[in-house]
């Protein structure tokens, strides 16, 4: 087994691992595109099928059905929005905690793909698709490491659950509001490049109905950063 494969649940109907940052979820164009989660996965059980992705840079839990009855099921699921994720992050600056109640603030901003700056999305009020993510701060926000000759840069460790599906929805949205992912290169600005050599994007938590016997079920997987 690869050991860029980490397994966290296997059994008749269901496979939940762990992705690394910079691995595809599934193939791209291309030969040098090949190697990504699902092909090592499918190496060692044939009959996994994906069910959904994570962007490449973006690490943690990932789900895939054994068989097609599974992946149907599962697929309904998450049509249905019956499946529950959330991803911790660090973003650029100071975010203050949200002032509603519950500690919770919403981002409801329609994305669209830039055609013409592929593969970036983008807030459109014209063609965009509706879109909805609850975040919270998680803790104060706090210096990353100082660089010699400079101010330390501020950053917030943030929660984050997206209501709907968007590609890029999270790492847009952040943007939005002015605090892009930390180590984001599609979406950060050019002078916040290089505080981190990785995405701080990491799905950490996933309930779903388990496609055997419909109970719910969660994972869970501690951030790296």
Same mark, same amino acid.
């Given at each position: 087994?690869?050991?860029?494969?980490?397994?966290?649940?296997?059994?008749?109907?269901?496979?939940?691992?762990?992705?690394?940052?910079?691995?595809?979820?599934?193939?791209?164009?291309?030969?040098?595109?090949?190697?990504?989660?699902?092909?090592?996965?499918?190496?060692?059980?044939?009959?996994?099928?994906?069910?959904?992705?994570?962007?490449?840079?973006?690490?943690?839990?990932?789900?895939?059905?054994?068989?097609?009855?599974?992946?149907?099921?599962?697929?309904?699921?998450?049509?249905?929005?019956?499946?529950?994720?959330?991803?911790?992050? #660090?973003?650029?600056?100071? *975010?203050?905690? $949200?002032?509603?109640? &519950? =500690?919770?603030?919403?981002?409801? !901003?329609?994305?669209?793909?830039?055609?013409?700056?592929?593969?970036?999305?983008?807030?459109?009020?014209?063609?965009?698709?509706?879109?909805?993510?609850?975040?919270?701060?998680?803790?104060?926000?706090?210096?990353?490491?100082?660089?010699?000759?400079?101010?330390?840069?501020?950053?917030?460790?943030?929660?984050?659950?997206?209501?709907?599906?968007?590609?890029?929805?999270?790492?847009?949205?952040?943007?939005?509001?002015?605090?892009?992912?930390?180590?984001?290169?599609?979406?950060?600005?050019?002078?916040?490049?290089?505080?981190?050599?990785?995405?701080? #994007?990491?799905?950490?938590? *996933?309930?779903? $109905?388990?496609?055997? &016997? =419909?109970?719910?079920?969660?994972? !869970?997987?501690?951030?790296?950063?």
């Amino acid at each position: 087994m690869s050991p860029d494969l980490r397994v966290l649940h296997a059994d008749e109907h269901l496979l939940v691992l762990d992705k690394p940052p910079g691995l595809l979820a599934v193939p791209g164009r291309g030969e040098d595109k090949q190697d990504c989660l699902s092909a090592r996965v499918q190496a060692r059980w044939p009959d996994a099928l994906i069910v959904h992705r994570l962007d490449m840079a973006t690490s943690g839990l990932l789900v895939m059905a054994r068989g097609i009855e599974a992946q149907r099921t599962l697929s309904r699921a998450f049509e249905r929005r019956m499946v529950h994720k959330r991803y911790q992050a #660090l973003v650029h600056g100071h *975010l203050p905690d $949200p002032t509603c109640d &519950d =500690g919770w603030a919403t981002i409801e !901003l329609p994305l669209a793909v830039d055609w013409l700056n592929r593969p970036r999305s983008v807030v459109c009020w014209q063609t965009g698709k509706p879109s909805l993510t609850r975040w919270r701060r998680l803790g104060a926000s706090s210096p990353a490491a100082e660089k010699p000759g400079s101010t330390p840069d501020i950053v917030t460790r943030v929660e984050m659950e997206p209501m709907t599906g968007r590609t890029h929805q999270l790492r847009v949205h952040m943007q939005a509001i002015g605090h892009p992912i930390v180590g984001d290169p599609l979406y950060a600005r050019p002078e916040q490049h290089g505080l981190s050599t990785r995405l701080c #994007l990491h799905a950490t938590e *996933l309930s779903l $109905p388990h496609p055997g &016997d =419909g109970r719910t079920v969660t994972f !869970l997987s501690a951030c790296p950063f």
